[in-house]
């Protein structure tokens, strides 16, 4: 089933439950897949590419949760906060650290990346590979810290 499928079902299960919270967020997930359809007039949205909306999607309200706990309106961070979980049901399981840190080795070992000048290849095909289980920054950050 695809992801708007399943958003979909969600949609219909959180009005039966009177789930204002997550009625909200799936509307935006769902809304964000239909104008990514409208760009790609024709084309079929790819599982990547659902995952990157969620992602974004997901970090965005991250960042607003920071800034409103940082200015002390709990009100509004707790809104962002219940929203990101709903969100992040549909993303892949997130890697630990540690596997995060074996899934690096493995493709530090298979590009040959020897120093922090290397960092580019590596996080060409990291990107790659763990893209939708692992956050861009978790990623960057464990890179450096074993090519350095």
Known sequence: MSLENT???AIKTAMRAKD????????AVK??????KTE????EVTAEQEIAIL??????????YDQFTAQGRNDLAEVEDAQMKVIEQFLPKQL???ELETEIKNIISETGAESAKDLGKVMGVASKALAGKSDGKSI?????KLLS
């Open 31 to 36: 809304s964000q897949i239909l104008l990514l």
């Open 55 to 64: 992602q974004r999607m997901v970090k965005q309200r991250k960042d607003s």
């Open 20 to 27: 204002k919270v997550a009625l909200d967020s799936l509307r």
């Open 7 to 9: 958003i979909n079902e």
């Open 96 to 98: 630990t650290a540690e």
């Open 40 to 43: 790609a007039i024709g084309a």
């Open 140 to 144: 960057s950050e464990m890179a450096k």
